[in-house]
């Protein structure tokens, strides 16, 4: 046994579909099994984290990390687990570029919890109790994770060597980086595993020259089968997003929505998108742009759906403009 | 190459004091040592002086440059000087980059020395971090085909063709008008000479109609147009003349006996007639008729006839349809000309309303012997000679309400009319202007001609002409009324006539021609040349010229001039039968294209193309004009725009942004 | 910030190479002074802004981003600026729901014979910046990882 490579997977700040997505490799999931040594899956099996502390440092082979970095120990499990793994691969949307997670950068801790613990029509909270970093029980002193204002992707937080993007990755993509990686033949670290192409190339509608007079949502209209999304005025992500996942969103009548993130040389997703769709509108003055793109509401949701940590700016200003500048675990008594 | 192997050179220009006086040069030649792959950073007090230039050339071959950074002027100033010096040592030039120090930095700054050697700082950082990205390019060398198209059959396009034909190249002229000629058929004399309008402009005519290199198209329009310098496909529509020109002979039977008047507005301007079959003027090149299917008896009703019976060469042809003709040309020249501005728009001068209101066209008209009055000047009752004439500069030119430019020729023409109306009625003159411009050549001394022959000149703009008589001797006169600024008074001149001299305007389709053939539209609708004073006849677009009064308002020997040079620059790309295009182009990576075909219709030339075999979309690097549109608009980042990267400029924002506050260059860093 | 403490922005320009470009030379000919806050980078149109600069200006320090093109139906390359006009006004959406304030990120034009404009529009923005004060996104966060923190420290 000790020949097999080990193998580690994690589940920081996610849904768990990634988790289900290596499930749904089927039977193939024997093959990785026999494959591999699994040293680590605290979704399937009981681990501790004084286990893996106590592992050699790189005496991982690879480890499979899913989910974005929100708390503190999200970020301690990334530090622990890149330290103990010779290839970390930033596996799903959200640990590669943030995803569902990751929108929480559109606000910020402090507003978060004002609404979930006080403001929210479902919240029953008399004593406006809020988590606490630390809480004394009789029994000692209570931890819990420092809470971050700012989601980040787990490149952010360590060295990544590759990427494998999806929410979740399809079954076929995590059967290719598996084999790439079981067989050695593996792109340069920091590549992200997948075609450089976007999902325009596998999806079949027909594509015409562009004009958007307006956009329409999914429930407003049936697109006609055959022709491109877009072109219907339905918001796709599909020209500025990597291709994988055989276009299956459009395939069915929905446009994509980019969990594979951008193409090949591209730094921030959501601006490809932008440029892409802005340049296709059917309008020359700023007002028939303005009157066309109100029929697109929260454009910035569209176009960072998946990427909004790993995109240029990250995450929203503060309001007023005033700037978050303590760390979340520094002061002491903060909410967690 | 790899990152570590590029060696940058940095020559920062004191341009004498225009930077030094501001910008502590040294200081930032110093600082410009520390940016990344910089081996050589100096200040110099002249680049672009020979020692300058020989500076980078030593440094090149010593220091093992491979990359060059000049901090001094604006690149539309000395780039391709540098170019050129890195060139001569060797390097491809586009491996050099300008920092704009002076217009940018130095001259706008004066009073801020710190403010300006930060920003000055800035920019060469910009430039070292961009430079390094940069890579080798070649430009693209296209064939030029001989032939020319000349689009626009006045002055200054017969004069264009008969240059490039008479150095043994093939023209096709093409005239919208059943003749050429242009507005310069329609005047009687020119100014300052005086000399007979036509006498002077139908040699011209009958040569170019003549001319065995000149195709003439005339009755004929260019409806579509492709390709690129050295290979336009241009698209001419032929109107059908309903005349056959292998057997016309022109003499003249048809239109003597065709029963049909009508009111010439083109050539008469309004004042005369033309037949339904018609030649718009005697020395009409081509001599053949057309006929006006609109109004024809024929066309209208199917009866009538009369010009085929009476044609003695059986040349009318009623079935006769419009035809298309492709040619291929090499270059173009558009000669286009103006419009006279329609004096109905300032109602306040009655043009149209009151009768004896004149435009200057109908003016030239009634002045001209072979005109409706043969030359009399009369009123518009056709026989009362003026006693009284008023003279109106500056109409619907010089104001803001209707075009903010000078027309260029009113001034002069005006002075024509002052003198031809003395001589021809003795009528007293009065000169309503706002300033005199008697600017080229013999004109200042008409201007004193014409006030010595005792026009009087007032100086203000005028308000109104009226028939509403306010005294006696104004009973049905008209009344022309304005502030004569030069003694502070309000004036009220009554007249028997006014004549205005109606400004010049771009066509009314010039916004059309202009994007047919890739020339945008100033603000005032001419055609914008490539450089205002050192390129006035190129165009933004390689192998389109353009001349005479549709770059901007001119008179007949500027757009003779302007003619003869478009025709120059046409006859230097066909004697080098190449042309090198700048390599600053787009080009797709098609093995990574998806087809999503988002870039399709961003191209104004046309440029990109759909493969629909294999699903990717392809630049024609020669219809290419390197915009970048498309480049910024693919959504998969697979369009490069050479020379202007997508890491090149990201390098430059990185560079622009750097922390120039210090000793030391500060990259910012993201957390 | 300047030594004095008054705090001077640094505002990243775009610059068409037919027009505004030309306008700013003109402005540096005529010696037309405005403050010497823009740093500009030259493009060939405001049709190859690719919005991807604007975010990077941003992100790098730029307290706001000045885009200058020729005017509407001026364009060198007959359209690019209408291109332009439409991927401005959706990035100016998206920039909202950023929290950046529209003057940060502003679309204008000079002709190559507005050294004038082209000067005031620079003072304007200026005005308007320094107004908001400085937008310093680099240091819009803090490293909120405390492992990060532990072990640069060790």
């Given at each position: 046994m000790s020949e097999k490579p080990k193998l580690a997977l994690y589940w920081a700040s996610s849904c768990g579909g990634c988790e289900i997505a290596v499930l749904g490799l089927h039977e193939k999931i024997l093959n990785v099994a026999e494959a591999f040594d699994i040293v680590f899956w605290p979704c399937v099996m009981d681990f501790k984290y004084a286990d893996v502390e106590a592992m050699d440092d790189d005496s991982i082979d690879v480890c499979l990390f899913n989910g974005a970095i929100r708390n503190d120990e999200n970020a301690r499990l990334a530090h622990l687990l890149r330290r103990k793994s010779k290839v970390m691969v930033a596996f799903g949307s959200c640990a590669s570029g943030g995803s569902m997670p990751g929108l929480a950068n559109f606000t910020d801790r402090d507003a978060m919890f004002d609404w979930i613990y006080h403001k929210s029509p479902t919240t029953d909270n008399p004593d406006g109790i809020v988590p606490m970093k630390h809480t004394d029980v009789p029994e000692g002193d209570l931890e819990l994770p420092g809470f971050w204002h700012t989601v980040k992707t787990l490149a952010q937080v360590v060295p990544v060597d590759y990427f494998l993007p999806g929410c979740p990755p399809e079954a076929s993509s995590i059967e290719m980086a598996v084999n790439a990686i079981l067989t050695g033949q593996l792109p340069p670290p920091g590549s992200v595993i997948g075609p450089d192409v976007t999902v325009c190339d596998e999806c079949p509608r027909e594509k015409h020259e562009k004009k958007i007079k307006r956009f329409y949502r999914p429930y407003e209209i049936i697109p006609d089968p055959d022709t491109c999304l877009l072109e219907q005025g339905l918001f796709c992500a599909g020209i500025a997003t990597r291709s994988g996942c055989g276009a299956r969103c459009p395939q069915v009548g929905m446009g994509c929505r980019g969990c594979y993130g951008p193409n090949e040389g591209v730094v921030d997703h959501g601006a490809k998108i932008l440029t892409g769709i802005a340049s296709v509108l059917d309008a020359q003055t700023p007002e028939e742009v303005d009157a066309i793109l109100d029929t697109l509401p929260d454009p910035a949701g569209y176009f960072y759906r998946f990427h909004l940590p790993d995109s240029l700016l990250r995450r929203r200003a503060r309001a007023n403009g005033e700037k978050i500048v303590a760390p979340a675990s520094e002061a002491a008594g903060e909410p967690a | 190459m790899s990152e570590q192997e590029k060696r940058v050179g940095v020559y920062v220009c004191h341009c004498g004091h225009n930077i030094a006086g501001t910008v502590d040069v040294e200081h930032v030649a110093e600082w410009s040592q520390h940016l990344p792959n910089v081996v050589i950073s100096r200040d110099n007090k002249f680049m672009c002086a020979s020692t300058g230039q020989e500076q980078i050339e030593e440094d090149i071959k010593e220091f093992g440059l491979t990359h060059v950074v000049v901090a001094s002027c604006s690149p539309h100033m000395h780039e391709k000087t540098f170019r050129n010096a890195c060139a001569r040592a060797g390097m491809n030039p586009y491996l050099f980059e300008m920092a704009n120090i002076r217009e940018h930095a130095s001259w706008v700054h004066p009073n801020d020395r710190d403010g300006a050697t930060n920003k000055a700082k800035a920019l060469v950082s910009a430039a070292v971090h961009r430079v390094i990205h940069h890579e080798p390019l070649e430009p693209m060398q296209v064939k030029i085909r001989p032939e020319t198209l000349v689009v626009g059959g006045g002055i200054a396009g017969i004069q264009a063709a008969l240059e490039i034909a008479d150095a043994g190249y093939h023209v096709y002229l093409v005239e919208r008008e059943p003749s050429i000629g242009g507005h310069m058929a329609m005047f009687d004399k020119?100014?300052?000479?005086?000399?007979?309008?036509?006498?002077?402009?139908?040699?011209?005519?009958?040569?170019?109609?003549?001319?065995?290199?000149?195709?003439?198209?005339?009755?004929?329009?260019?409806?579509?147009?492709?390709?690129?310098?050295?290979?336009?496909?241009?698209?001419?529509?032929?109107?059908?003349?309903?005349?056959?020109?292998?057997?016309?002979?022109?003499?003249?039977?048809?239109?003597?006996?065709?029963?049909?008047?009508?009111?010439?507005?083109?050539?008469?301007?309004?004042?005369?007639?033309?037949?339904?079959?018609?030649?718009?003027?005697?020395?009409?090149?081509?001599?053949?008729?057309?006929?006006?299917?609109?109004?024809?008896?024929?066309?209208?009703?199917?009866?009538?006839?009369?010009?085929?019976?009476?044609?003695?060469?059986?040349?009318?042809?009623?079935?006769?349809?419009?035809?298309?003709?492709?040619?291929?040309?090499?270059?173009?020249?558009?000669?286009?000309?103006?419009?006279?501005?329609?004096?109905?728009?300032?109602?306040?001068?009655?043009?149209?309303?009151?009768?004896?209101?004149?435009?200057?066209?109908?003016?030239?008209?009634?002045?001209?012997?072979a005109g409706p009055t043969e030359g009399k000047v009369v009123l518009r009752d056709g026989e009362t000679v003026p006693e009284s004439v008023a003279i109106i500069h500056c109409v619907g030119s010089r104001?803001?309400?209707?075009?903010?430019?000078?027309?260029?020729?009113?001034?002069?023409?005006?002075?024509?009319?002052?003198?031809?109306?003395?001589?021809?009625?003795?009528?007293?003159?009065?000169?309503?202007?706002?300033?005199?411009?008697?600017?080229?050549?013999?004109?200042?001394?008409?201007?004193?001609?014409?006030?010595?022959?005792?026009?009087?000149?007032?100086?203000?703009?005028?308000?109104?002409?009226?028939?509403?008589?306010?005294?006696?001797?104004?009973?049905?006169?008209?009344?022309?009324?304005?502030?004569?600024?030069?003694?502070?008074?309000?004036?009220?001149?009554?007249?028997?006539?006014?004549?205005?001299?109606?400004?010049?305007?771009?066509?009314?389709?010039?916004?059309?021609?202009?994007?047919?053939?890739?020339?945008?539209?100033?603000?005032?609708?001419?055609?914008?040349?490539?450089?205002?004073?050192?390129?006035?006849?190129?165009?933004?677009?390689?192998?389109?010229?353009?001349?005479?009064?549709?770059?901007?308002?001119?008179?007949?020997?500027?757009?003779?001039?302007?003619?003869?040079?478009?025709?120059?620059?046409?006859?230097?790309?066909?004697?080098?039968?190449?042309?090198?295009?700048?390599?600053?182009?787009?080009?797709?990576?098609?093995?990574?294209?998806?087809?999503?075909?988002?870039?399709?219709?961003?191209?104004?030339?046309?440029?990109?193309?759909?493969?629909?075999?294999?699903?990717?979309?392809?630049?024609?690097?020669?219809?290419?004009?390197?915009?970048?549109?498309?480049?910024?608009?693919?959504?998969s980042q697979v369009i490069t725009g050479a020379h202007f990267t997508f890491d090149q400029l990201m390098a430059e924002i990185d560079g622009i942004l750097v922390d120039v506050t210090g000793e030391m260059p500060l990259v910012t860093e993201v957390i | 910030m300047s030594d004095n403490g008054t705090f001077e922005p640094v505002i990243v320009g775009f610059l068409c190479n037919w027009c505004s470009y030309r306008a700013a030379d003109l402005a540096g000919t005529s010696r037309m002074g405005y403050p010497a806050t823009l740093r500009d980078i030259r493009i060939m149109c405001t049709g190859r802004l690719d919005p991807t600069f604007v975010l990077r200006a941003l992100q790098k320090g730029a307290d706001a981003v000045l885009i200058m093109g020729c005017h509407p139906g001026q364009c060198h390359y007959q359209e690019g600026n209408y291109k332009a006009i439409r991927r401005f006004v959706l990035l100016r959406r998206t920039l909202r729901q950023m929290g950046i304030d529209d003057a940060r990120v502003q679309l204008h034009w000079a002709s190559a014979a507005e050294g004038v404009r082209f000067a005031q529009t620079v003072a304007r923005v200026t005005e308007e910046i320094k107004a908001l004060g400085p937008l310093d996104w680099p240091h819009n966060w803090p490293n909120e990882d405390p492992y990060a923190l532990q072990e640069a420290n060790s």
């Open positions: - | 020119t100014f300052p000479t005086l000399d007979c309008s036509a006498c002077i402009l139908t040699p011209k005519m009958f040569d170019a109609g003549a001319h065995p290199n000149i195709t003439l198209l005339t009755y004929s329009e260019v409806e579509k147009v492709d390709g690129y310098v050295g290979n336009f496909t241009v698209r001419v529509r032929k109107r059908a003349r309903m005349v056959d020109e292998d057997l016309c002979t022109g003499c003249g039977s048809c239109w003597d006996k065709c029963p049909i008047k009508v009111v010439d507005d083109v050539f008469e301007a309004g004042m005369g007639y033309r037949k339904a079959i018609y030649r718009p003027f005697p020395q009409a090149v081509p001599k053949y008729p057309v006929i006006d299917v609109e109004n024809c008896t024929y066309f209208k009703t199917g009866k009538c006839r009369m010009c085929e019976k009476v044609c003695p060469t059986e040349a009318i042809r009623f079935d006769m349809e419009d035809q298309y003709v492709d040619l291929e040309v090499g270059n173009v020249i558009l000669a286009t000309g103006y419009k006279l501005f329609d004096c109905r728009r300032i109602p306040n001068y009655g043009y149209g309303r009151l009768e004896n209101v004149f435009s200057s066209l109908e003016f030239e008209r009634l002045t001209n012997a104001d803001k309400n209707y075009n903010e430019h000078c027309s260029a020729i009113c001034c002069m023409s005006s002075l024509k009319f002052a003198h031809l109306v003395m001589e021809k009625t003795g009528a007293q003159v009065y000169n309503f202007y706002i300033d005199m411009r008697p600017i080229s050549k013999g004109y200042e001394e008409f201007y004193h001609r014409i006030l010595s022959e005792g026009t009087t000149f007032i100086r203000g703009k005028v308000s109104e002409i009226t028939d509403a008589a306010h005294a006696p001797d104004e009973e049905g006169k008209l009344i022309v009324v304005a502030e004569d600024t030069l003694i502070g008074k309000q004036r009220r001149v009554p007249v028997d006539m006014v004549i205005l001299a109606a400004g010049l305007e771009p066509r009314a389709d010039s916004q059309a021609v202009g994007y047919m053939f890739g020339v945008g539209c100033g603000d005032t609708g001419f055609f914008t040349e490539r450089h205002p004073k050192l390129d006035p006849v190129a165009t933004a677009t390689e192998g389109v010229f353009i001349a005479g009064a549709c770059q901007g308002a001119k008179d007949i020997p500027d757009s003779v001039a302007q003619g003869a040079a478009a025709a120059a620059r046409v006859l230097g790309t066909i004697s080098r039968r190449e042309v090198a295009l700048e390599p600053v182009r787009a080009s797709i990576d098609e093995s990574r294209c998806s087809g999503c075909r988002i870039c399709n219709n961003m191209c104004p030339y046309n440029a990109i193309d759909f493969i629909e075999a294999e699903g990717v979309s392809r630049v024609n690097p020669a219809l290419c004009k390197g915009c970048g549109t498309c480049v910024a608009a693919c959504p | -």
